[in-house]
């Protein structure tokens, strides 16, 4: 009887050591998979997953920056529940912290819970002003940006043929991320939303250019100019009325900004010498016709003022002074608006 009771005693020693096993096991699985690294840390920071990257490696790299405990507490975790999504992991930016449990942050990487940086480009902006625009996003430098917007190849491959992407990066709000976005994919975004906002918005683009007496290309440049002469929406049409009306019969455009985008290192003091100088190929009051290319980069109301003019005899425009023009037919009338607006000015 005394063996007997001495067994049953050993066998609950032994059962209760088993269940506290479990218990333990279990209790250490959910610290593994469950637990943060550290629940006061929720300053979020930056995790790249490059292009290729697998669970292994992603895993990895996350114990590598502090993220996690040990590289398995998220890989195992995968394992485990046997997602699908692990087998396609998508590259990018990702904002975690070691607030985050594994189990957390495995769900953000495998869903493609991306961080994207937003980038906008205002109508009018150059070249020039968005490979520092693109700089600044932080996904790459200056230089990458400058290289890839003087590049004659990544012209060529977007079906640019004037030697410049001015006129043809769309003014629009766009999201971009490491890794995958390189100053190429970028403009390439750019190009192609230019594109395709055209052929939704304005169909019939390529007949509505011959309509008017100018090529697509000659529409854009038209365009560039009209956008950096006024930013009221009301004049757009009686600006490209006033150009349309003087490429008619073959007077210079006398466009100051196509001067301006002309002259390198411009100082914001234009000269009555800077109007006269033959070099400056842009300089429309002493070339007629429209500069060689693009001087900005328009927004799509802009391009379609251009092909729907006002329909005026206006030949001249003045500034008001308070962003808008005064409008004149004749010379004559113009004389008399600059010096009631010089005038204004002085006082």
């Given amino acids: 009887m005394h063996s007997l009771v001495k067994f ?30 550290a629940r006061s840390e929720t300053e979020e920071r930056v995790f790249v997953i490059e292009k290729n990257d697998n669970l292994k490696v992603v895993s990895e790299r996350l114990e590598e920056q502090d993220f996690i405990r040990a590289w398995w507490n998220v890989y195992y975790l995968s394992v485990i529940k046997g997602d699908e999504r692990s087998d396609r992991i998508l590259p990018g930016e990702y904002k975690l912290s070691a607030s985050l449990a594994p189990d957390e942050i495995l769900e953000h990487i ?7 940086r937003v980038l906008t480009i205002p109508e009018g902006k150059t070249v020039s002003d968005i490979a520092k625009l693109l700089a600044e996003t ?6 990458e ?3 890839a917007l003087n590049s004659p190849q990544l012209m060529y491959s977007n079906g640019i043929r004037n030697g410049s992407f001015e006129g043809y990066l769309f003014p629009e709000t766009y999201k971009f991320t490491k890794p995958s976005d390189t100053a190429e994919v970028m403009i390439k975004k750019m190009v192609e939303e230019g594109k395709q906002r055209i052929a939704r918005e304005i169909p019939d683009f390529n007949s509505m250019s011959i309509n008017v007496g100018l090529t697509p290309q000659q529409v854009i440049t038209l365009a560039s100019i009209v956008e950096k002469e006024t930013g009221k929406a009301e004049e757009r ?20 900004p196509t001067v301006i985008y002309g002259i390198k290192d411009f100082d914001g003091n234009l000269t009555k010498a800077h109007l006269q100088d033959k070099s400056n190929s842009y300089n429309t009051y002493v070339h007629p016709d429209l500069p060689p290319t693009q001087i900005c980069n328009p927004g799509i109301a802009a391009i379609q003022a251009v092909l729907n003019p006002a329909d005026t005899d206006y030949l001249y425009f003045v500034s008001k002074n308070d962003g808008s023009h005064q409008f004149s037919s004749s010379y004559k009338e113009h004389r008399k608006a600059v ?6 000015k002085k006082s």
């Fill in 237 to 256: 049409q009686l600006i490209a009325s006033v150009f349309h009306n003087r490429l008619r019969i073959g007077m210079p455009l006398q466009s100051d």
């Fill in 138 to 143: 932080g996904i790459v430098s200056l230089e």
């Fill in 145 to 147: 940006a400058e290289k």
């Fill in 110 to 116: 495998l869903s493609g819970d991306v961080f994207y």
């Fill in 339 to 344: 010096r009631e607006y010089q005038k204004k």
């Fill in 8 to 37: 049953f005693a050993s066998f609950g020693l032994l059962v209760l050591a088993f269940l506290l096993g479990i218990f333990g096991t279990y209790s250490w699985l959910q610290t593994s998979f469950h637990s943060p690294l």
